[in-house]
Nanobody, 127 residues
Framework: QVQLVESGGGLVQAGGSLRLSCAAS????????MGWFRQAPGKEREFVAA????????YYADSVKGRFTISRDNAENKVNLQMNSLKPEDTAVYYC????????????????????WGQGTQVTVSS
């Protein structure tokens, strides 16, 4: 089992920045990829970014490419999401998730390919 706890959400003006963090505990060596997803009211949960535990290689949704940066700290069992140039449409509950699957990067766009989820943290961007 892997337990995930997100932190760092809040209210920010458009153009501002926030840094989300996901702390993992339990069998922290068992995940292969960690992803960030978000869900706005009335919408489906969507992929934001993912990172390989071993290589640190990142993968981004087109909507956040160039604005968001995902990173991992294996020593502290954390995955971070630096969000810059935030827009009102970035407003959502952000979730981190851990996957034990091995596959191509497109695999990790799907919520069904993740084994563990955090409770989420609210990000609100005002215009």
């Amino acid at each position: 089992q892997v337990q995930l706890v997100e932190s760092g959400g809040g209210l920010v003006q458009a153009g501002g920045s926030l840094r989300l963090s996901c702390a993992a505990s339990g069998r922290t060596s068992s995940w292969y990829v960690m992803g960030w997803f978000r869900q706005a009211p009335g919408k489906e949960r969507e992929f934001v970014a993912a990172i390989s535990r071993s290589s640190g290689s990142p993968y981004y949704a087109d909507s956040v490419k160039g604005r968001f940066t995902i990173s991992r700290d294996n020593a502290e069992n954390k995955v971070n999401l630096q969000m810059n140039s935030l827009k009102p449409e970035d407003t959502a509950v952000y979730y981190c998730a851990a996957s034990q699957r091995v596959g191509a990067w497109d695999t990790y766009k799907g919520t069904a390919n993740y084994n563990y989820w955090g409770q989420g943290t609210q990000v609100t961007v005002s215009s």
